[in-house]
């Protein structure tokens, strides 16, 4: 688990089994997964105290009965933005690959009212949000 750096890093979670390991650090945190965005998977999330303000997952090729991202409308529930990124475009199980590569495939409804559609860049997503909005 990497943690986030001073001046806006996310935090990198090659499975999001690890959240419990953050504690209330998580909240409102910006998590980039490793994990397939399957319900297993958002169940750690919707299970954990605090809720992050969004996590991006791995779609894992969506699957049958899109099971890879059925974790998305799961985190809609609780109130948590959610994004799944193309298996082809980062590895499954490694957070930082998603961060620096991954490219989005899917948003629940919440992350599309924080401006996310499908095709753009994690990395890109994820310094936005964690960048401070300017104040005249």
């Keep these: 688990m990497d943690k986030p750096a001073p001046g806006g890093e996310p935090f990198l979670l090659d499975s ?78 490694e957070a930082r690959d998603g961060y620096r590569h991954g490219v989005i495939s899917h948003t629940n409804p919440l992350a599309s009212r924080l401006g996310i559609s499908a095709g753009q860049r994690v990395d890109e997503i994820v310094q936005r949000l964690l960048t401070p909005p300017v104040r005249r």
Aim: glycine share 14%.
């Design 16 to 93: 999001i089994a690890l959240i419990g390991a953050l504690g209330e650090r998580s909240r409102d945190a910006v998590i980039v997964s490793g994990s397939h965005g399957g319900v297993s998977a958002a169940e750690f999330v919707v299970d954990h105290p605090h809720r992050p303000r969004i996590v991006f997952y791995n779609d894992a090729g969506i699957g049958k009965d899109s099971a890879g991202i059925a974790g998305l409308s799961m985190l809609q529930a609780i109130g948590v933005a959610a994004c799944a990124y193309a298996h082809q475009s980062a590895r499954i199980g």
